[in-house]
């Protein structure tokens, strides 16, 4: 009597897959929006090409397509990029081996977090254009200036994101742990280290993105090669496709390192449990 | 009069990446409630019961079966408590009030004001929620869907979130406010007692989401959660469960 | 002492456990005063200044530094070859980066309203953001010259372009983080779209919407001295172009200082009030309860 199924395992599993099919046609309502947004993308790039600023002004996207084309495939490339990203992976490396460190001292002493961070909103309120330049005044064109700037400027930042990732360590997991009568080593060991990865991660990540765009910004000014020196030839020779296209090779690096090299690394580290989203909020 | 109906409601949550198997929420729960009756939907956790709420509240689409929420004829206002009190953590206690309200007028801010001194809060009108307590916080939500003055209230456990004695004198508030309006309540529970103490009729949910009972609660007004009468029904819908319970295992071992 | 203690308090965690913070009333010891940070980090500053200086004859001495300012702020002569200028400059840079952030943060902030309030929105509108947050403000830079030639379109182009982004996504993404038991609230209440958006998004992303301020008040004054250096006759960008070219290297420091100190009045007096309104709502006590109420 009082026990009875209204709904029988037939029709539930009917009844499942219509809940699938809207699910599955949410899922690529929303795929196509992606398409809809890039068609209207290069659409709007071709009217502001064709009827606003003139194809001299502003390549229609295939022109600048063929360009980037030609810029990969002609030699040269290889050597520009590996100069660039060579900097930025030293770059990258001070500003997280310095971070890692910085951090830790400011998650976990007061004074330290005072004196940095004075020092951080002075160096944070310096144009990173200005830096660019004194990199120039202080070390003349050469490879070490983009490198360092890149450092220096990462490194504020990294450094208060690992800070906090720190400082978000459960407090319980560490009372827990002392109630157990562990050492600090093995504190620092067992529960520090592993609750902070996924902010070394998100600070490593950071890190690069800064890294570039400094990077780049300081080949402008005080590199004789690399991506930025591209950059800027083009913009003197009036070549605004080459300069588009360069742009659009480096958004497209950016795209490679942030889905196959950052979200590996996370993947590996959180066993795909836990999947982030994509870094535009740790872009500055 | 408001009248919910509800007929043969089905609600199946696909596979998710967290959990990748498909739920059945709801199986098929038909019931019809009409004019002042105050009734407890109970059922344990994860029988359905915030399911069945929100699909009646209008917020969530069922897989299959029909909601209807009338009150002559159109569709009725619903005020809807919710499990955590779910206030705008950034705004005051009376700017929550007044965010639900849609009907405004110069009258609107003394009307909030007063379903706020009815649940004694008057006084922390103009604070955070986070300045107050869980329990005034959910106080807040009760008078929060009194405000849009309601043909049907929803209520989703209102007191589970908040230490025994806090909850039973929140009862006693429900109770009072309850008795003063009458309207159409369908109030969500895994807990006996506190079904049997507020409504005039328990439906019973078991886990899949069915209801496998109903029991009538004729009992006299105010009630108290120590009277005897209240603790016999209690006994008796603790019963029905456990026979219920091993109907089921008995069902799970012939299969 | 134990471990724990050491850590300071998250944000998040003193919030949770509610408890008023009371200013403990021991006194502080003098070299944790503020004071003594303060002096102390710019004396760490100014001995490195004075070793550069020392080891890299391009680096200008401080003195020069000081006396170069107070030739350019006071409108003196720099030994009789020019004259000081450092309010028009000013005042036209000024102009140029008002009015592209009164277009880019109002209109950063509508995307980022609609990416972050609407799926759909966000499908369509999402990747398009992403290029443009990851473009280089150089890039930014480097194509307005390039289009509008040296007057001022090109300047306050390139801070609307750099501020839309930065709102965009930091808004965005605030309310994507909203509970969503708040907006099954709304559903259920009916609430409006305009009042929704109003009272719920806004109000709920609004710290993330100061960030997003934040971001492009400071990245967009970035573009726009690029593009002053690069593509204008006007403004500080181009005046503190003029001194590197002129190989007065204390006048470009100078300059350096002067933005510094422009980002951190801009801080002090607009972007530091904005936060603080903003989550005001998170830095009250709780009540303490005498009327007879079970916490
Ligand atoms: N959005 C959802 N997606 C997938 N499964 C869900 C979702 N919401 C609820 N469920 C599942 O449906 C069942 C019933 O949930 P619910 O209605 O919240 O139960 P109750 O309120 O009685 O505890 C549970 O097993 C729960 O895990
Ligand atoms: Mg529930």
Redesign the interface.
Known sequence: MAYDTSVTPDAVADLSAREMRRSVMSRWGLRAGVVIGWLAFIGVWYVFSGAVLGTQQLPPPHTVAAEAWQVVTGDGFGATLWASLLRVIVGCTLALSASIVLGMVIAYSAWWRGLLGVLTRFFVSIPTVALAILALILFGVSGLGPMLTAALVATPYVMSSVAQGLTGVDRRLIVMSESFGRTRSQIITGVLLPSSVLAVIGGARQAFALAWRITLLTEVFASSDGVGFQIRRSFESYDVRGLLAWTALFIGLMFIFENFVFRQLERRAFGGAHVSQATAESTQ | MATILIENLTKVYPPTPTYPQQVQALGGVSMSVTGNVFVAVLGPSGSGKTTLLNIVAGVEEPTAGAVRVVQDGVPAQVGYVFQEPRLLPWRSVLDNMLYVQNRKSDRSKREAEFYLSMVGLSDVAHLYPAQLSAGMQQRVGIARAFLVNPDVLLMDEPFSHMDALTGRSLRDYLQRIWAHTRKTALFVTHDVGEAVELADRILMLRPGGVVFDDIPVNLQRPRRPDDAAVRAVETEVLRRFDSMEAAVRFGDQRN | M???A?????P??S?AS?TPQSAPAQAVHW??K?WF??A??VA??LVVWQY?YSV?E??PSIDEVVSFLGVELGGGSHGGVSRGEFWGPLSISLQRYVIGLAIGVPVGGLLGLLIGGS??F??????????L???????WA??A???FGIGSTAPVVAVVLTAVPFMA??LS?GIRGL?P??A?????????RL?RAT??LV??A?SNAVTGVR?AF??S??SL??VE??GTASGV?WR?KHW?DAQR?EG??AW?LL??VF??LL?WLVLRRLEHRSTR??Q????T?A?G???
């Open positions: 134990s471990y724990a050491d850590l300071p308090t998250a998040e965690f919030q509610g070299t944790r503020p940070i303060n102390l980090a760490i500053l550069l890299n391009r680096v799926r759909r966000r499908s369509v509108l999402n990747d398009t953001v992403l290029v947050l990851v473009l280089p403000s150089v890039v480097f194509a010259s390039l289009w996504v930091n993404s509970d038991g708040l099954l609230m709304s559903d259920a209440f009916r609430v409006p009042r009272h719920l109000g709920g609004l971001l400071m990245t004054w970035n001295l690029i250096w690069f960008g503190a590197y290297f470009f420091v350096i933005f510094v980002i951190t801080d709502w998170q009250q006590p709780t009540l309860f009327e109420e079970v916490t």
